[in-house]
C-alpha cells in the first residue's frame, strides 16, 4: 500500500483546511487508518484514526470538536478535515495505515506511511 497525503498548505488561524490521503492497493480499504502530526522538534502525535468500515473514529481529546475523520473506500481515500485551527496545529501532517496490535493511538503500531503534507497556521 502506498499512501500520499496532499491538501496541506498556509492557513490563518480560525480558518479551515481538508486534507486528503490517496491510497494505492485494494487492501487498503480493510485497514484502519489514521493521521498523526509532527511539530519541529516534538515526537509524531495521533490526530485521529477510522475503522476500515468507516462507522467509527477516535479522536486525541484536544482535537475532537475541531477535527474530523473520513474515509472513501470506494475512493480509497481517507480525509481529515480541520476546523478552527489555531497555530499550535502548525504540523507535517502524515497518514497511515495497517495497526497491527492494539495501540491504534502509537505511530508505532502503522504499518504504512505517506510523505507528509505541510500545514502552516499563522496568527
Known amino acids: 500500500v502506498q499512501l500520499q497525503a496532499s491538501g496541506g498548505g498556509l492557513v490563518q488561524a480560525g480558518g479551515s483546511l481538508r486534507l486528503s490521503c490517496k491510497a494505492s492497493?485494494?487492501?487498503?480499504?480493510?485497514?484502519?487508518a489514521g493521521w498523526f502530526r509532527q511539530a519541529p522538534g516534538k515526537e509524531r502525535e495521533h490526530v485521529a484514526h477510522i475503522r476500515w468500515t468507516g462507522d467509527k473514529a477516535y479522536y486525541t481529546d484536544s482535537l475532537e470538536g475541531r477535527f474530523t475523520i473520513t474515509r472513501d473506500n470506494a475512493k480509497k481515500t481517507m480525509y481529515l478535515q480541520m476546523n478552527s485551527l489555531q497555530p499550535e496545529d502548525t504540523a507535517v501532517y502524515f497518514c497511515?495505515?495497517?495497526?497491527?496490535?492494539?495501540?491504534?493511538?502509537?505511530?508505532?503500531?502503522?504499518?504504512?506511511w505517506g510523505p507528509g503534507t505541510q500545514v502552516t497556521v499563522s496568527s
Open positions: 492497493g485494494h487492501s487498503f480499504r480493510s485497514y484502519t
Open positions: 497511515a495505515a495497517q495497526v497491527i496490535g492494539s495501540q491504534y493511538y502509537r505511530p508505532e503500531s502503522y504499518s504504512y
